[in-house]
């Protein structure tokens, strides 16, 4: 599948704004994922026509990051940290009952194909919030098991963030009282809130 | 000792993530102070300050921005924003809150080192915070605060926000340089340091995002007013993260110098559920483990350091008595091996080897023998390691050892873990 001319223009945006055409790999593996929802050999090729670069870097870049999928998941991407910060406080539980809930295993898609979930060892950078889990890579803080409950049934429905209008810009946050759905400092802040007062 | 607050003085502002809010908060003054300073003036001011970097290592900014060749251009400012430390969230705090303070540090940062070109590599995961440092960029373009002859002083600065895509090892300085120029994430030899051969082969300083918000405040009153705060060897304020088994986890701005006690009992709550302190980590993950009896140790790099661990990234991880130490060394060594970047033996295979003994005493088939085992391969991976990550994944368990080393013969005896009631599968 050729990659969008959008997704095109987004590369070479990348290629020219570095002081080397090399450093635009990160940015064009994040377009392509952001179009197809995870990156081909043959989208690697593409990149590297674009970049002019020889392939076999783009792929030698690519399969270092563990953020870049190999091969087509779920519509949406629930990640729930077991390191030990989230340990402490009932992250074992709680990806326990995420996968009774799902009824599929760690690593695997429901069988309607909304929801791949994993565990992750990776601190994702919540720890004052745990348990914690990532939604297509939004936070979702102090879950509980109803919370849980209630972000599954949104996903279900819900389309792919790359089948948004605007990639991986919305999907998982509902819009702030009619504004544009953003979450720099409203979707993420209540540890911020209950500090410092 | 109270909350002091620097970099979060004005972080309950609704809307503070916008440029007028900021600005009308005072946003903005420190970099037009700093455009009236010459760069050099401004490296002694922050030498002056005592600002170490707030990263990990403690480096003095002011010395690390020194060091840069004189007369040698293209140079680069990367601020590092791939905060990845398990217990370390307060970057994303930072950035989130207030993304417009971060640009500025960076811009200052930029202007001292006579940079016209900075990076922000922010770490895959953080999507919303990429999203509100994106924001900020596009907002201060517009309002000429980037771009060429800024202020009409003559100096140009442009800022490149970069996304990681998940990788620890790009914390690292010379690892992150590595993947900003678009190769695997693996660390450099140092040296040459990269003042003096960082990103493209140019000089470059690395500096991270709590240590250039720092800096709009230290500009604007002065060097002596940030030496006044905190410890003869340890400036300022720090944001610790606080997180585990307390009542209030989340991140708290104190003066560096309060007592460890402090900020556990009263910032964070106390410990939970009217449970005892068994343990705590002041530094994140890498960080060697302390016991209630070092609660009144200072948070402050050197007071930390006596005490027989480091303040690393600010990060403390509190345990109560409910907690299984092997557990907690085995995720964390566990992080380490999924982490290790595989450039060099010692890590590589270290950090797999002690994972698998690790699953041993939680699955009921270890020996007594292999508590020496842990021990020795730590001992074979500390200090042998190509960079710091394989270092540091020895410290913890290393440290629970010495001072939990008869939880680890109870896992023996007991065949299997005394804290849990049902056998544990290996995670991640």
Known sequence: MPLAEKTVERIRASAALYPSKQSAILPALW???????????EA???????????????????????????????????????????????????????????????????????ITWHSTIECLGACGGAPMMQVDHRFEEDLTREKVDAIFERLRTAPAPHEMGHPEKAAAVEPVKGEKARSGAEGARPRGRKTQK | MALKQILTRDFGTENLHQLQVYERKGGYTGFKKALEMQPDELVELVKKSGLRGRGGAGFPTGNKWSFLPKGMYPRYLVCNADESEPGCFKDRYLIETSPHQVLEGVMIAAYAIGANLAFIYIRGEYLPQYEALENAIDEARQAGYLGKNLLGKG???????????????????????????????????????????????????VNNVETVSNLPHIVLNGADWFAAIGTPTGKGTRVWCISGHVNKPGNYEVENGTPIRELIEVHGGGVWKNRK?????????????????????????????KA?????????????????????????????????????????????????????????????????????????IDGRSFCPLGDASTWFPRSVIKYFRDEFQEHVSEKGCPFKKQPVEAVA
Request: glycine content about 10%.
């Open chain 1, 44 to 114: 690697m090729g593409e990149i590297a026509q674009h970049l002019g670069l020889p392939p076999s870097l783009i792929e030698a870049t690519a399969s270092f990051y563990s953020m870049f999928l190999t091969r087509p998941e779920g519509r949406h991407e629930v990640v729930i940290c077991v390191n030990a910060p989230c340990m402490l406080r009932g992250a074992d539980e709680m990806a326990a009952y995420i996968e009774r809930r799902l009824g599929v295993r760690d690593g695997q898609t429901t069988p309607d194909g909304s």
């Open chain 2, 308 to 380: 027989g661990s480091m303040a690393g990234a600010g990060a403390m991880v509190v345990m109560d008595d409910t907690t299984c130490m092997v557990d907690a060394a085995r995720r964390y060594v566990k992080f380490f091996q999924h982490e290790s970047c595989g450039k060099c033996t010692p890590c590589r295979e270290g950090t797999f080897w002690m994972a698998n003994v690790f699953d041993t005493f939680e699955n009921g088939t270890a020996r007594e023998t292999d508590i020496d085992l842990l021990l020795d391969i730590g001992y074979n």
């Open chain 2, 277 to 305: 302190l068994k343990a705590f980590q002041p530094g994140g993950a890498s960080m060697m483990v302390l016991l209630p009896e070092h609660l009144d140790v200072a948070l402050d790099f050197d007071a930390i350091a």
């Open chain 2, 155 to 205: 100096y140009e600065l442009e800022v490149i926000l970069h996304r990681g895509a998940g990788a620890y090892i790009c914390g690292e300085e010379t690892a992150l340089l590595t993947s900003l120029e678009g190769y695997r994430g693996e660390p450099r030899l140092k040296p040459p340091f990269p003042a003096i051969k960082g990103l493209y082969g140019k000089p470059t300083v």
């Open chain 1, 31 to 41: 377009a392509v994922q952001h179009e197809q929802g995870y990156v081909t050999d």
